[in-house]
C-alpha cells in the first residue's frame, strides 16, 4: 500500500526566505509523485509531478521538487517565498501496484504561512 | 480551454436526506475521480469512473455511490446523510487512464446539520 507523510503541518518562513516542504512517500513499486496547492475556497492545482523521468522537477511559480530513492524523499523547495505563496501544500502518489493506479494517495497537506 | 466544474458549490443539508453532486470534467477528459476532504482525515479517494465504469474504489460504505455518463460528466450520491459527511468534495479529471494527472474543480462544501 502507497501512503505519504508530510512532515510539518504548519510552516512559517519570511518573505524571500527560501521554501522547503518536506514528502516522504512509502510505495512497493516506482510511484508516479504530485505536488498540489490549495488556495482558501478553492480546489487543488498542480504545481509539479515526478513520473521517473529527471528526478529534479520544476513546476510553476518558481517552485521545484527533487526526488530522492535512497531516503523515499520528494522535497518542495523554492527560493524565494511570496506572499501569494501561502496556500496549503499536497505531496501526492500514485503508482501501479493493483488497485492503485487510478487514485491519488496525498499526505495530510503543510500549511505554509509568508511574513512581510 | 474550461477547467472541471462542479455544481452546486455549496449545499446544506440535514441528517437523513440525500444529495446528488455533480462534475464536468475537462473537455476530451475520460476519467473522472472523487474525493472527499475534512479537517480530520484529509483527502481521501472515494472512486473513479473511466468510460461509464467505475474502476476503483475507496473506502467509503455503501451509501456514497456515483455514475459516469457518456459525455463523462459524474455524479455522485450520499444517501441518508450523517454530520461527518459535512466536507469538501472534490472532483477530478483526467485523459485516459493509468497515471495521468489529474486536474481538480473547485470542489462543493456539504454541510449536513
Known amino acids: 500500500a502507497q501512503s505519504v507523510t508530510q512532515l510539518g503541518s504548519h510552516v512559517s518562513v519570511s518573505e524571500g526566505a527560501l521554501v522547503l516542504l518536506r514528502c516522504n512517500y512509502s510505495?512497493?513499486?516506482?510511484?508516479?509523485l504530485f505536488w498540489y496547492v490549495q488556495y482558501p475556497n478553492q480546489g487543488l492545482q498542480l504545481l509539479l509531478k515526478y513520473t521517473s523521468a529527471a528526478t529534479l522537477v520544476k513546476g510553476i511559480n518558481g517552485f521545484e521538487a527533487e526526488f530522492k530513492k535512497s531516503e523515499t524523499s520528494f522535497h518542495l523547495t523554492k527560493p524565494s517565498a511570496h506572499m501569494s505563496d501561502a496556500a496549503e501544500y499536497f505531496c501526492?502518489?500514485?503508482?501501479?501496484?493493483?488497485?492503485?493506479?487510478?487514485?491519488?494517495?496525498f499526505g495530510k497537506g503543510t500549511l505554509l504561512t509568508v511574513n512581510p | 480551454k474550461a477547467g472541471v466544474t462542479q455544481t452546486p458549490r455549496y449545499l446544506i443539508k440535514t441528517r437523513g436526506q440525500q444529495v446528488t453532486l455533480s462534475c464536468s470534467p475537462i473537455s476530451g477528459h475520460r476519467s473522472v475521480s472523487w474525493y472527499q476532504q475534512t479537517p480530520g482525515q484529509g483527502l481521501q479517494f472515494l472512486f473513479e469512473?473511466?468510460?461509464?465504469?467505475?474502476?476503483n474504489k475507496g473506502n467509503f460504505p455503501g451509501r456514497f455511490s456515483g455514475r459516469q455518463f457518456s459525455n463523462s460528466r459524474s455524479e455522485m450520491n450520499v444517501s441518508t446523510l450523517e454530520l461527518g459527511d459535512s466536507a469538501l468534495y472534490l472532483c477530478?479529471?483526467?485523459?485516459?487512464?493509468?497515471?495521468?494527472?489529474?486536474?481538480f474543480g473547485p470542489g462543493t462544501r456539504l454541510t449536513v446539520l
Open positions: 469512473y473511466f468510460s461509464e465504469t467505475q474502476r
Open positions: 510505495s512497493s513499486v516506482p510511484p508516479y
Open positions: 477530478a479529471s483526467s485523459l485516459a487512464q493509468g497515471l495521468d494527472t489529474q486536474y
Open positions: 501526492a502518489v500514485s503508482d501501479l501496484s493493483g488497485g492503485s493506479n487510478y487514485k491519488l494517495t
